[in-house]
């Protein structure tokens, strides 16, 4: 074999392997791709229904069946139970419909919280009752938040980094406090898109140092941003981010996201990662999705 060719096949023996290697099926298999256990926090849909309109998703002339978003979820919370993760829950409170939407109602990092300060006169009773449920869970702190801040909607931990989102929710000022109060650097990111009015409606974190996101969602500058921090990202279409399968939950092997995200979950498979399809039809009536109804708690 010439030097030549011994360099070529090299060179392309990943390319190949992408290509031609079957699926894989199994968590051990997957090289690199390793599932960490997760502590979240979850509300049940009680009291959910569409009643307002705050998003480009709500319309509160269409019918929500509240008994089949109970089912869907309760489906989402047994998905977390089975991958081994435990499972916490917050009660609903009445008049709170979106309090199903978990992420928003604070981040808990490093077993310390901040609290949601939400933007709309409609969920600003949450915050208070999320940051009460923050304050007994045997954190080290949990404060209130000086800003305006949704939370995990738009705040996602990507290993040692915080990405922030703002543009339509979270004030720029909150970036700012996350950063001071966790001493994390925080990378502040502006959505342009009304449908992607949080974060977590464009981009999902995958593990420790990678993500998956809609490049149409942010300006320009920050798509500049997250080419530059993850040249690596699985890219997903209008059609995946339109059904929210960015909406996702990754525990670093295991993705769980939309089911009709459907090229989004090949995508991710042949990066290793195992997506795990879920319908969550009723509660994307309120612009939601998986990530939205699970709040990580990291003690
Ligand atoms: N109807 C809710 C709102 O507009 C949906 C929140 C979805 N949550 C999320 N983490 N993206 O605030």
Redesign the pocket.
């Known amino acids: 074999m010439s030097v030549l060719t011994t360099v070529l096949t090299t060179a392309l023996t990943p390319v190949l392997t992408t290509v031609l290697d079957p699926v894989p099926e199994d968590a051990a298999r997957a090289p690199g791709r390793i599932a960490r256990p997760r502590r979240y926090l979850m509300c049940p849909p009680d009291h959910f229904e569409v009643s307002y309109a ?2 480009p998703w ?1 319309n509160p002339d269409t019918a929500v069946d509240v008994a089949l978003a109970g089912r869907q979820w309760e489906a989402l919370r047994q998905t977390y139970l089975a991958l081994g993760h435990e499972v916490e829950l917050i009660a609903a409170e009445p008049g709170l419909p ?1 309090m199903v ?1 978990a ?2 109602g604070g981040l808990v990092v490093d077993g310390r919280a901040l609290g949601a300060r939400f933007t709309y006169p409609e ?1 600003q009773a949450e915050g208070p009752a999320y940051l009460r449920w923050l304050s007994q869970a045997g954190l080290t702190s949990a404060v209130e938040a000086v800003h305006v801040n949704e939370g ?2 738009d705040f996602l931990v990507v290993g040692g980094t915080i990405l922030a989102g703002t543009g339509f929710r979270t004030h720029p000022g909150a970036h700012a406090e996350v950063q001071e109060l966790f001493g994390v650097p925080v990378i502040s990111l502006t959505l342009v898109d009304p449908r992607y ?2 974060l ?2 464009a981009l999902a974190v995958l593990d420790d140092s990678n993500v998956a996101y809609f490049p149409g969602a942010f300006s320009e500058g920050s798509r500049e941003v997250l080419r530059r921090l993850f040249p690596d990202a699985v890219l997903a279409h209008d059609e995946d981010a339109a059904v929210l399968g960015l ?1 996702a939950v990754s525990d670093g092997y295991n993705v769980v996201l939309a089911s009709a995200a459907v090229e989004l979950a090949e995508a991710l498979r042949h990066r290793g990662y195992n997506p795990i399809g879920v319908d969550l039809s009723e509660l994307l009536k ?3 999705s998986a ?2 109804c699970t709040l990580e708690i990291r003690a």
Request: with cysteine; glycine share 16%.
């Open positions: 705050i998003n709500m979106d939407f992420a928003n969920r995990e909607g009015y949080h977590d409606t909406n309120a612009g939601g990530k939205c």
